[in-house]
């Protein structure tokens, strides 16, 4: 099985964006926008996916961009909510929905402005790539969709997808013995762990299009980034849980860390400057808390949930302020 050739941009639907350049250089200082969504994923041309659960009860997924606002996407009679979980560069989305009658998970995809399920029976759409593969499972087996045909990715039983590009899945894989392990699939290979030698569990929790991996292990508890045959470690709060989250091609690293989850912190990572709470990287005078950064794309763009006044769990998007940027090039081109 090859994967598809075709690419999603032939197939975009009304919504149509350039791709944008990467933006390597972490921010000094980020603008923030309110949301009126809870995002999920942003992708690189700065289209977010999220639902509608702050506006209303039901779980109704919804596009965002800056220039058009929210877009709330209607479902097909009989379902009552659904979660996206990816978006690729062409604006596909994948998720997981539900219906009226039942209480299973349904994988669907949004394309072309057209909702449609992926299988009848109980499934879950976790990833896409720009070439509009769709990695997750139907059941317990993990499943690659390609070109409208299931295939089983392998392993005894079950595990979860956790993100996709155009060459390979990757997520964690159960054993007989009820443990989970850190996976990557691709045609060549088959599934294979990735685990580290000394970790009891461990999960493969993102990766990007040049195929560097963030790895999450357990006993002993450890970050890293499986970069071209290296181990890079990511060190981050050495006094509270940290959870990394969202990954981009220059190797970013953004999440949470915080005593509780009523204590949570949004972070930024990256190998030059390290940890850095997001709270201190916008206006002070904002009124907001960032508590948790979801997702980063390659212009660095940051999205996730805080407080905001007396208002809790609140959207949002944090933009790099482009001189900050510019200045920190330009200062480390003098030295």
Known sequence: MKFSAILMAA????????????ACSAAAHYKIIPLPLQPVRINNSGMIAGTTARIDEDHKPALWTEKDGLRVIDLPEGFTGAEPHAINTSGEIVGTASREESQLPYAFKYQDGKFSLLTEDRAKAMAVSDSGDIAGQIGEKLTLWSNGKATSLGGCCGGIVDAM???EVLGQVNDKEGHYSAFVWDHSQGLHSIAPVNAATS??????????I????????AISILREGKTIPVTLSAEYASQPLGFNDCDVVVGEYGASSEWDHAFLWDE??????????IDSGSQWTLESALDINDRGEIIGVGDRGGEQDVGFLLIPDVQTINHKEHEGTRR
């Open 272 to 281: 030059k400057g390290g940890l850095r709470d997001l709270n201190t990287l």
């Open 203 to 212: 999960i493969a929790r993102a990766m990007n299009h040049s195929g560097h």
């Open 11 to 22: 197939l975009c639907s009304s919504f149509t964006f350039a791709q944008a350049p990467r």
């Open 165 to 167: 590009n155009d060459h």
């Open 214 to 221: 963030m790895l999450q292990s357990f006993t002993p508890n």
